[in-house]
Each structure stands twice: as C-alpha cells, then as structure tokens.
C-alpha cells in the first residue's frame, strides 16, 4: 500500500480528531486491567468484599454492591484519565488544528494518506510544536498526537511519521525533540525508544491529581532526543 506523508488539510479534520480519539481512548481498557490486577488494589477489592459482608450482616449482596462500588472507581478513573485529555485536546489545539500547527514555521501537522478502494483515507498523524527552553537558548521541538490506524500498524508507518518530525526539526535547527507519553502507551514508549529517545524524567506538572494517577497506577513520561544539526546547516 503506497503512503503519502504530506501536511494537515481542513478537509482532513473529523478524520485527524477520529484517528487521534480512537488512539488515546484505546487505553482506557488495558489500563484498567493493569490497574486491577496490581497486588494493592486485588488487596482493596477484597477488603471492599470483606467490610461489605460484615457491615452487611453477611449478605453477599451488599459485599458484591462494596466491591463493585471500588471496581467501579477504578474504571471510572481510567476512563477519566484517556477520555478527559482527549476532551482537553479536542478543544484546545485539535479544535483548529491549522491555526494551531499551520501558523508558524517552527510548527507543523502531518498526516498519512492511503488510497484505498480508490478513496484517500488518513491511515496516520503526526504534529510538531516549536518551543522557547525556560531557560533561553536553542529552540526545541515537542512531538504531539502520533497515532497510527490499527488497520496500518505493525507496518513502520509510525517510524516513518516519527521520522518526519526528527527531519523538520533538524531542518528548523531545533537542539532537540521532546516529549510527554504514558507507562500504559508501551508499543508508542517502544517506537520511541527504537528512535533513540531517553527517558529523561517524569513530569511534575500532571494535569491529574496524584490520588488520580495512584489510582489508575500510570507514570507519566517525558522523553528526549538529542539532535545533531544537519550537515548543511
Ligand atoms: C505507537 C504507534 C503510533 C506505533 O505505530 P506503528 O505504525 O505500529 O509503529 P511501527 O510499525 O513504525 O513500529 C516501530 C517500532 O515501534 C515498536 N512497536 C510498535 N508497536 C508495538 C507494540 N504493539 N508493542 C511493542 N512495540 C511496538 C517496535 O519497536 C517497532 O519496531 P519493530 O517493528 O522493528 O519491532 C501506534 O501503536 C499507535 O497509534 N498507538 C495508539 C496511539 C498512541 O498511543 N500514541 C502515542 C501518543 S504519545
């Protein structure tokens, strides 16, 4: 299948918001098995049992009602955490993705297109922002919202998007590419280290609560690589 990596279109926009809410909202389920299968929260869902048996006067149904009332928490609390930073996202930078990404040159958004059936269709995306260190010196590039469709993966298609933004940013002369991932988004934390990003720390500035994040049993990642400035430069 020929792919077309080519810029961010209006025409492309309830395809690109699809793609990038299917790709984080796919979490949702695989983190709440991790979450409930963790040794501390089996110990929890048995003392919600237990404490609903006895408060209960033994009956199983209220035990059932107190265990599936912290199963439930549990649920809720993964789904906040993917679902909530997609509602963020969709209104913040993916609610006008080329006033956002198209309106300077240190910013860009990319998507990958295929022709199938004879119809375009957006197999991929990609973005990148251009950004001020803190502590002035050297621009930096900060990798958003890869998401590749689960009918094209497995195929290199998110090495080749990842690629395009390591190209641009060196072309922009940025010192390096940043950027933020969860423990749960292990095949995205996997394509990043096969692209020779490290594991720099994990950011304070969460937008969930620490209860949350304890809750859901998610780290926050903050990844970097390091670019060597291209030869013409
Ligand atoms: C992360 C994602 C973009 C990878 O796309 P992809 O097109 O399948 O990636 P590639 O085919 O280019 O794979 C490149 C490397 O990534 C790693 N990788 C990709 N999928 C993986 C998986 N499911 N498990 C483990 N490693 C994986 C492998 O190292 C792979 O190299 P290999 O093929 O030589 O083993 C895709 O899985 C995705 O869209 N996930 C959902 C959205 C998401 O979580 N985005 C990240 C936001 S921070």
Same mark, same amino acid.
């Given at each position: ?84 930073? %997609? ?78 933004? %390591? ?32 594991? %720099? ?16 049993? %998610? ?15």
């Amino acid at each position: 299948m020929h792919i077309l990596i080519r810029k961010f279109q209006p025409s492309d926009h309830e395809a690109v918001r699809a793609l990038f809410r299917d790709g984080i909202q796919e979490h949702i389920i695989p983190s709440f098995t991790h979450a409930i299968s963790q040794p501390l929260h089996i110990t929890v869902t048995l003392c919600f049992f237990t404490v609903g048996y006895i408060l209960g006067g033994g009956s199983v149904v209220l035990a059932l009602l107190a265990g599936g009332l912290w199963i439930g928490l549990l649920y809720y609390c993964c789904y906040e955490f993917y679902a909530g930073y %997609v509602r963020l996202k969709l209104n913040t930078d993916m609610q006008d993705i080329a006033g956002f990404y198209l309106s300077s040159p240190d910013n860009c958004f990319w998507v990958a297109e295929a022709e199938i059936n004879d119809q375009p269709q957006i197999m991929g995306i990609v973005a990148v922002e251009g950004k001020e260190p803190p502590d002035g010196g050297q621009k930096c590039g900060e990798l958003f919202r890869m998401s590749v469709s689960s009918a094209s993966r497995h195929t290199g298609l998110g090495s080749q998007l990842g690629q395009t933004v %390591v190209n641009f940013c060196k072309e922009r002369g940025f010192s390096k590419i940043v950027l933020h991932t969860s423990s749960t988004q292990s095949a995205a934390v996997a394509l990043y280290y096969k692209m020779g990003f490290k594991l %720099v720390q994990t950011p304070e500035e969460a937008e969930a609560p620490w209860w949350f994040l304890w809750l859901v049993r %998610v780290s926050l990642l903050r990844m970097e690589k390091i670019l060597q400035p291209c030869k013409d430069m």
